[in-house]
């Protein structure tokens, strides 16, 4: 087993030396096409602890699409319905189990996961190789892969596409150590364990949570575990829907995790599904124009002729309004926090985009003013008392 592996570089390329290295053992993880770079590694070790707790909460083959250290989408392999396939563009594709947890990740925040780090929980067959095949991405780490699926991600990006293959088996120390400046930090890993028990105190007057409620909150806890603080994830039918990682105020995370939640909701509208592409379109320069369409942009962008550059006719407005009323039709999204709520306001942007059920940890001097406002909506929430910053 290696001990140690070169990089091509660190995070930046006059960042040189650069490798990864054992203190005790081999590297848990063999590369079986490219040559990994220090992100890269980064993105996979952090998805693929983040996609083996998915499994082990949900007993469903997991994945996530990793961008930064941080993801850009987390689910497991809840079927797809008819509206959706048509969002995620996969209406004509048979998909296995763990292709649909990938497309499910990948569909979250298309614009996100492009160039993203793809971690599986399960092997990684033909099917999800054939879908990897038409998408920008980086890189995959996976426990296994099938021939045909090897043969597959090895044409990708001229040969050069990164392929990890990661040791089920194997489990770190339980200290972990980085330096920062010439100082060296150390502390316990986090081990502790995400499941239905820490969603049992329920403060709010409505206490009920379904069992696909409880999945989706797992799964949104689960994911900011692994998403640079501070971080809120909105979650609904077995997937990530908006993921706000990094921000310095909380309620700024629960915005910019709302409006992605609401961008994945506007793009099951009637005019987003109805639009008229050209088929030389490709598939980055698609998730462009449907995010410029349901963003504030595009009647600017009716001014000028750029329009023809993607669509075969001018598609109507999707009107302020229209927006306004579509996402509010939706309702039953899980919202997690990875620490406590401080203020009410946070609440009250989640119920903007139909979050019924909110876990977070609790703890703040204004926990009633946070219950208070919960019960203004009749959201049910749990206390997890359980922090999650990660950095």
């Known amino acids: 087993m290696m001990k140690e592996l070169e990089l091509k570089y660190g995070c930046n390329p006059n960042q040189k030396p650069a490798r990864v290295l054992m203190e005790h053992g081999g590297l848990p993880f063999t590369v079986r096409n490219g040559k990994p770079g220090y992100i890269n590694l980064l993105d996979a070790l952090n998805g693929w602890q983040l996609v083996r707790e998915l499994k082990a909460a949900t007993g469903l083959p997991a994945a996530a699409s990793f961008k930064h250290v941080s993801p850009a989408g987390a689910a497991v392999a809840v079927p797809l319905d ?83 293959q990661m040791d089920e088996a194997y489990a770190p120390g339980t200290l972990e150590r980085r330096q920062v400046f010439g100082v060296t930090f150390e502390q316990q890993r986090n081990t502790i364990a995400i499941t239905r028990d820490c969603l049992a105190d329920r403060p709010t007057k409505n206490k009920d949570i379904p069992e696909a409620a409880k999945r989706d909150l797992l799964i949104a806890l689960i994911t900011l575990k692994y998403t640079q603080s501070n971080s809120v994830c909105y979650a609904k039918d077995g997937q990530a829907i908006g993921i706000g990682a990094g921000q310095q105020s909380r309620v700024h995370c629960t915005r910019l995790a709302g409006q992605k939640a609401d961008n994945w909701h506007l793009r099951h509208a009637p005019q987003v ?119």
């Open 82 to 164: 008819e509206t959706l396939k048509k969002v995620y563009f996969v209406e004509s594709i048979e998909l296995s189990p763990v292709a649909t947890a990938y497309t499910r990740a990948r569909g979250a925040d298309r614009m996100s996961s492009y160039g993203d780090f793809v971690s599986l929980s399960d092997a990684c067959d033909a099917q999800t190789a054939s879908f990897l095949a038409r998408e920008v991405s980086d890189g995959i780490i996976a426990p296994s892969y099938s021939a045909e699926a090897l043969d597959i991600l090895k044409k990708k990006r001229k040969g050069t596409y990164l392929v990890l």
């Open 273 to 391: 599904l109805a639009l008229p592409f050209r088929d030389d379109v490709r598939r980055p320069d698609r998730d462009n124009a449907i995010d410029v369409y349901i963003g504030e942009e595009w009647e600017d962008l009716l001014e000028t002729d750029d329009w023809k550059r993607v669509f075969t006719e001018k598609p109507p407005v999707f009107t302020r309004a229209e927006k306004k009323a579509w996402i509010a039709k939706a309702h039953g999204v899980a919202l997690g926090s990875d620490a406590f709520f401080p203020f009410g306001d946070n609440i009250e942007r989640a119920h903007k985009s139909g979050v019924s059920f909110i876990a977070q940890s609790g703890g703040s001097i204004r926990d009633d003013n946070v219950i208070a406002a919960c019960d203004k909506y009749g959201i049910a929430m749990a206390m997890t008392h359980i922090r999650l910053f990660h950095h």
